[in-house]
């Protein structure tokens, strides 16, 4: 895998965590004002991203590795 193929999985791994914590603090914000269809919306794309990132993260570390 080329070096800018490796940074360009990085910088998008690192653009979905970001996009996770503002998912994540809108949850928040939502089963704090008890709008629980809004929380349960923003949880699931949250988890969502998150297994994604981690999917990307996993492709990573294997070329590292390997």
């Known amino acids: 895998m080329k070096q800018s193929t490796v940074r360009a999985l990085f910088q998008a791994y690192n653009s979905l965590h970001i996009i996770i914590d503002e998912l994540y603090e809108g949850f928040e914000k939502a089963v704090e ?13 949250a988890d ?4 994604e990132a981690e999917a990307i993260l996993a492709v990573i570390l294997e070329y590292q590795n390997g």
Do not use: P, T, V
């Open 48 to 51: 969502r991203l998150f297994s």
């Open 33 to 45: 004002n008890e709008d629980y269809s809004d929380a349960s919306l923003l949880e699931a794309r």
